[in-house]
């Protein structure tokens, strides 16, 4: 099958296999840290107005998910853990906690990837 036939065959996202994304030259990463997405030397002596707001908006990205649900559901924070602090980011979790509502899950069929063996070693 060709590249521009496998392509125009997608429809749902289990249609996405390991070689169209190979074609596309895409390698999926998971559990990536922030530091390595945004790194901080990057706005280093930027001479704009607003880097507090850059930095609470990169400090929003850090906070773990399930922390954010938490926060706009008000339930008190897990043990150990404190309330985190959502400005910039709030209408986002708050949009998703909305859909939640609304989504059936049950149909979902995403493939998986294939993760070499030495990579579960690196996580581990």
Known sequence: ???RSSLLRLRKP???CDGLLAHLN???ESD???STLVPSEQFA???LLYDTDLESML???DVPNEDAYREIMRLPPHEGRKKPRLAYSRNF???LEDMRRYYDGSKDDYY???VPEDEHEDLR
């Open 32 to 34: 990536v840290p922030l």
């Open 26 to 28: 895409i390698h999926i």
């Open 1 to 3: 099958m060709s590249f």
């Open 59 to 61: 400090a929003e990205l």
């Open 14 to 16: 289990s249609d996405v």
């Open 93 to 95: 979790f708050a949009g």
């Open 112 to 114: 998986d990837v294939d």
């Open 45 to 47: 002596g930027r001479p």
